[in-house]
């Protein structure tokens, strides 16, 4: 028995030895109870967590002036949020306090309302609901607005503030909270939004006066509910929302610097962060603000039936966009969509004209207040920064193929004082994306652009004169192709789905803009060929030009011909190089083409009325080239050139009239004597020759002789 108990051991252990696992679990929690203990008294002696205290436990009627508590724990807050800035807690406790008429310096307070992460959506909607107690000062019920907007992409949801949007709405009635409310509206605005009730209110604001504001918000309605909204808006408007930024903006710059990237990747300000200078001259900020989304994230988790609701900023890839076309929430600052491929899909998937109508007006404010307007914009510095935005400005156009109405009106502003070089490739670029349809009237295009370009082409050098030429030739390409793909074969009108203003446009007057821009670049190429020495590089892409301008009706479609004028024509005709006699062979080849073509239809719907005078100087440039290079008739009667005979024999040329053929043509006389040493064959074979060293212009153009 001994023996067996001895090999089985005490059946109970002694509670005088314990384990180390319960030893080393019962220091642990010794050590986390004395740890919360600390932090607990830590907290209870922290004078910021004494003043929220104070401030969320004082009562009404508590005196403010004499009262050095209160002044205490109030600098206490400041220090704090001017500092690392307040926690959502503190800003639910502040804000309640300022709003809620507890003989508090209201003010004060919002200004020191800085906001460490995010704004609880709960705080300012009970902020909200404290304004209509009508006992709080306007200044500052103006002021709490400023800040609403100020922080809208902090907030850290915006279901409740849309549910009480009808609440929010009657405040428009008052005069100086008018343009504010209208601001916040434009950003809490859904189609669901719009109703008759508050349509009819809001029509009755706009007719007692046409202001910015008003004009903006009344726009985005029209495009949710345009049966409701009859008035014709201009696409041209004057910055109707300013940024309302300025009590906060620089205590936000300096906490966002302190937290670092921490801040910056879950709520990044609605305004970008720049260095400040001593200089008092005003700064552009030309940036494109980082997308914002600040959620919570028990939002992001729970599924919601009546909020589906997937902010932009929380997809990463293009499968989880396909997945939440239809439920994507764009952030406020709707400039972030720039800096975005994933949001440059989603405008050119879903063609929300909202989105696209505050992009336009959030374009407007940059391009015009701080860039246009801006008074030191020539450091390097800024140029960068000019640059870097007018590229990515550039390639959102490029990608949505389309520009914008705002930095066309932009470019006829810039346009004024532009000194041709500065950004200039740039500049060229927004150029060439100017809308077929114009902000502006057909007469205003004169004076606004083809003016000041005009004086630009003349008074600048070889390399402007060929950039804005390109420039004006990828413009008529995008316009042609424009045309392509929104004209409608059954009426001939132009109505696209994708334009953003209430203009549509016939055939007719898109025919007429064409003709104006073709004449246009016709005048300056004509004058720029004479003030250059007939240049073979300006002459090249003016030829790129006409290239486009003679396939309008085959390649386009569109009922359209137009040819060069005698002061593009003859030069080419005439240049030195081959090259550029080759490439007029194949203008007029085209031209055969597509003249032919269009006698061919004349009798269809979609027939082209070519004028008279078009026809005929077709067959005169027609004429010339064949007596000229084929028939060896050069300087007779009718051939364009005249000169006397007296003249034409004191030049000592013999058979003068050949000057210009195949053969003793200067661009091509290189060739003839190469042709002459090197082949022992007859000069019938000498076209051969041509068209075996690439010219394939001059092959085509003889076929169609």
């Known amino acids: 028995m001994a023996t067996g108990l001895n090999v089985t051991g005490p059946l109970i252990s002694d509670p005088s030895f314990p384990s180390d696992q319960s030893v080393s679990s019962r220091s642990i929690n010794k050590s986390l109870r004395v740890a919360e203990k600390e932090r607990r008294k830590l907290e209870a002696e922290d004078p910021f967590v004494l003043a929220l205290k104070y401030f969320s436990d004082v009562e009404a009627g508590t005196p403010v002036i004499g009262n050095d508590e209160f002044e205490k724990n109030l600098v206490q807050v400041e220090k704090v949020a001017y500092s690392k800035g307040l926690s959502p807690e503190g800003i639910s406790i502040m804000l309640e306090f300022s709003m809620s008429l507890r003989n508090a310096p209201c003010v004060r307070v919002l200004k020191c309302l800085i906001p460490a992460t995010v704004v609880p959506q709960e705080a300012v909607v009970r902020a909200v609901a404290w304004l209509c107690v009508g006992k709080i000062p306007i200044s500052a019920q103006v002021l709490f607005i400023k800040w609403v907007l100020t922080v809208f992409d902090m907030i850290d949801a915006k279901d409740q503030l849309r549910a009480i949007y009808g609440f929010i709405f009657n405040f428009v009635t008052e005069e100086n909270l008018c343009p504010f409310i209208c601001h916040l509206l434009y950003l809490l605005t859904r189609k669901e939004s719009g109703n008759t009730k508050m349509l009819c209110v809001y029509l009755f604001l706009f007719l007692q006066g046409r202001q910015p504001f008003l004009l903006h918000l009344l726009s985005l309605y029209k495009v949710f509910c345009p049966e409701l909204v009859t008035l014709s808006i201009q696409s041209r408007m004057k910055t109707g929302f300013r940024n309302h930024n300025a009590p906060w903006k620089s205590a936000l710059i300096a906490v966002q610097k302190r937290s670092g990237s921490q801040v910056a990747s879950s709520t990044s300000l609605p305004f970008m962060i720049k260095e400040k200078t001593t200089s008092r001259k005003r700064k552009h900020c030309l940036e494109f603000p980082t997308m914002s989304g600040s959620v919570n994230k028990q939002a992001q988790t729970e599924p919601s039936v009546s909020k589906r609701v997937v902010p932009l900023v929380q997809l990463h890839s293009f499968a989880q966009l396909l997945k939440n076309m239809h439920c994507v929430e764009l952030p406020a600052q709707m400039g972030s969509l720039l800096g975005s491929s994933l949001a440059l899909h989603y405008l050119d998937c879903v063609q929300d004209e909202s989105a696209l109508l505050r992009l336009n007006f959030w374009l407007g404010y940059a391009l015009h207040e701080e860039f246009l307007f801006c008074g030191d914009g020539g450091s390097s510095q800024n140029l960068e920064e000019a640059q870097q935005f007018l590229n990515k400005l550039l390639f959102t156009q490029d990608f949505l193929q389309e520009g914008f109405s705002s930095s066309e009106a932009f470019l006829y502003k810039f346009l004024r004082v532009w000194d041709g070089s500065l950004l200039r490739s740039q500049v060229l670029g927004l150029l060439s994306n100017i809308p077929v349809i114009p902000s502006i009237s057909k007469f205003e295009i004169g004076q606004f652009l083809f003016e000041p370009l005009m004086q630009l082409f003349f008074t600048s050098s070889l390399f402007f004169k060929c950039g804005l030429i390109e420039c004006l030739n990828n413009m008529l390409s995008k316009w042609l192709c424009w045309n392509t793909v929104y004209c409608?074969?059954?009426?001939?009108?132009?109505?696209?789905?994708?334009?953003?203003?209430?203009?549509?446009?016939?055939?007719?007057?898109?025919?007429?803009?064409?003709?104006?821009?073709?004449?246009?670049?016709?005048?300056l190429a004509s004058v720029g060929l004479q003030l250059e020495g007939y240049n073979s590089l300006l002459l090249s892409f003016i030829l790129d030009f006409y290239e486009t301008v003679c396939d309008m009706f085959v390649k386009y479609e569109l009922p359209l011909v137009l040819v060069p004028p005698a002061g593009v024509f003859y030069p080419a005709l005439f240049a030195t190089d081959p090259v550029s006699v080759d490439r007029l062979a194949y203008i007029m080849y085209r031209y055969q083409v597509n003249l032919t073509e269009a006698k061919s239809h004349r009798k269809q719907p979609k027939a082209c009325r070519i004028s008279h005078h078009t026809l005929c100087d077709f067959n005169h440039y027609m004429s010339v080239m064949v007596n000229c290079l084929w028939n060896s008739k050069m300087f007779e009667p009718d051939m364009g050139i005249q000169l006397k005979e007296e003249l034409l024999l004191k030049a000592n040329i013999p058979e003068y009239w050949e000057s210009f053929n195949f053969i003793h043509h200067p661009a091509f006389l290189s060739y003839a004597v190469d042709f002459h040493h090197k082949y022992s064959k007859p000069w019938t074979w000498y076209l051969e020759y041509l068209y075996s060293q690439g010219y394939d212009g001059l092959k085509q153009f003889v076929l169609v002789m």
Do not use: A, Y
């Open 488 to 523: 409608l074969e059954d009426n001939l009108d132009i109505s696209p789905n994708k334009s953003h203003t209430s203009i549509n446009m016939t055939l007719t007057d898109f025919k007429d803009s064409l003709m104006e821009l073709v004449h246009f670049v016709g005048r």
